[in-house]
């Protein structure tokens, strides 16, 4: 009897340590995201943290942003021999997701941060290859409505909302398995920033 309930015990610790991907995906292949980048306030890609100008040069235009992705299976070792990697352990990147927040706790959509948004796409990533995935972080419709539109009044860089954006990907292997969704986060810093002064003209008005 004490060995029965012995054997329970150790078999109910084996299913509680058991990979926890059991319950999101059956597919042998999961995403890893290595980075996730936009433009610095030059206007310059990369940069960790996105700088979000509300207002440029009489325009809204969106913020895009850059995840950079690759795809790796749940066994690497068994998966080292190269036949074991197959063609349908790649992912097909089929959906984005950015939901955003404050690190003051103030997160009420369209008050306090702008509404989350779903971006379908189609993007393969191939086992052990970065690939990187360009997508709208910061929407023009989200510049027309609170609360970064209260920051069009102002003209200064003193006047910062701080943004935390959660982006979360999701996508199935092509064998059609889900994968698990896997998320990330940047910073992204909204304001009506001061536009570059326009070029001065030469003396004399010539081109």
């Known amino acids: 009897m004490k060995l029965k309930f012995l054997v329970l015990i150790i078999a109910a610790l084996f299913l509680a340590s058991c990979v926890a991907k059991e319950n999101d995906t059956t597919s042998a292949s999961f995403l890893v995201i290595n980075s996730l980048t936009g433009n610095d306030l030059a206007g310059e890609p990369g940069s960790s943290t996105v ?12 913020d895009n942003a850059v995840a950079s992705v690759t ?11 190269e036949h074991d990697i197959t063609f349908y352990m790649n992912v097909i990147v089929d959906q984005v997701d950015v939901e955003f927040m404050r690190t003051d706790g ?3 959509e369209g008050v306090d941060v702008p509404y989350r948004f779903t971006q379908p796409m189609n993007t ?28 069009r009044e102002v003209t200064s860089q003193g006047i910062v909302l701080q943004l935390v954006a959660k982006v979360t990907l999701h996508g199935k292997d092509l064998g059609g398995h889900r994968v698990a969704p896997v998320s990330g986060y940047v910073s992204v810093w909204c304001s009506n920033f001061a536009d570059p002064a326009p070029p001065t003209p030469p003396p004399g008005g010539g081109a």
């Open 51 to 62: 700088f979000c100008d509300v207002y440029t040069s009489d325009s809204i235009i969106n």
């Open 71 to 81: 795809t790796l299976t749940y066994n690497p070792l068994e998966d080292s021999v």
């Open 106 to 108: 103030r997160n009420v």
């Open 124 to 151: 393969l990533v191939a086992v052990d290859q970065a690939v990187e995935i360009p997508f709208v972080l910061i929407r023009h419709v989200a510049k027309l409505e609170p609360p970064l539109l209260a920051l």
